[in-house]
């Protein structure tokens, strides 16, 4: 059986003629991108789990104010008690201070009454020791001058009047036990300390004052002896 072909009008019955070129085949149309997918459906909750968000909203709310308030009060008490612990140190401080203000005040007044109680006995003490070694110890004053003085020509002494009998009565002897070969002489001065002793010789003199050994104490243990008993005032 033949097979029937559509004429496509391709064939040019004229002779000569150029045979008749086939049209281009159209360009394939491009692919359209696939369609995006439907959005999903938009969530339902039932009642029971919007009250239950609810809650539990409501709880983390609370349990977040909870733990702010706990902290700031944790702060609030770290704030107050170092404010109470630097009062505390403060405090501390100046009762240290005035603790140690009164001890410096009690050591003071201790080295005082010391001081007092030293020259106070001395005062009492001074009569006694006077009249038991008050003339041994103007004869050792006395002796002194003659062996530091031997080569003088002359010494003169004067002494209380209370020692001149005697030391009038011993000079010599003194002299010649001590090497000294030149004159000497004893007088009486009411004006001196029963402890005093005053040397002159050609060149100059010398003596032994208790008020400057007193007037030495008192600058030593301080001014506020002056009107001690046994001070200068009370030893002359």
Do not use: C, Y
């Not at 009250?51 to 944790?74: F, N, P």
């Not at 201790?110 to 009492?124: D, Y």
């Not at 004006?191 to 010789?201: C, G, N, Q, R, S």
Request: glycine share 8%; no cysteine.
């Amino acid at each position: 059986m033949a097979t029937i072909k559509k004429f496509v009008f391709d064939q040019d019955f004229d002779e000569g003629a150029a045979p008749m070129l086939a049209a281009p085949e159209p360009e394939p149309e491009p692919e359209l991108p696939p369609a995006p997918p439907p959005p999903p459906p938009p969530p339902t909750f039932s009642v029971e789990e919007l009250q239950a968000q609810v809650r539990m909203a409501r709880e983390q709310a609370r349990a977040a104010a909870l733990q702010e308030g706990r902290v700031q009060g944790m702060q609030e008490a770290e704030t107050a008690a170092q404010q109470e612990l630097s009062a505390a140190l403060r405090g501390v401080e100046s009762a240290l201070g005035q603790l140690l203000g009164v001890q410096n005040q009690e050591t003071a007044l201790r080295r005082q009454n010391t001081s007092r109680l030293v020259l106070a006995i001395i005062r009492k003490l001074w009569p006694g020791l006077v009249a038991r070694d008050g003339l041994a110890e103007i004869e050792t004053v006395i002796a002194s001058f003659l062996e530091e003085l031997a080569e003088e020509p002359k010494l003169v002494f004067r002494v209380h009047e209370r020692w001149f009998e005697e030391l009038r009565g011993k000079i010599g002897d003194m002299a010649l036990r001590h090497g000294f070969a030149g004159q000497v002489t004893v007088l009486a001065d009411p004006k001196l300390h029963e402890m005093d002793v005053k040397a002159d010789w050609t060149a100059g003199g010398a003596e032994r004052d208790v008020n400057g050994l007193w007037a030495e104490i008192e600058r030593i243990a301080g001014d506020g002896l002056r009107q001690m008993p046994g001070g200068p005032a009370q030893a002359a």
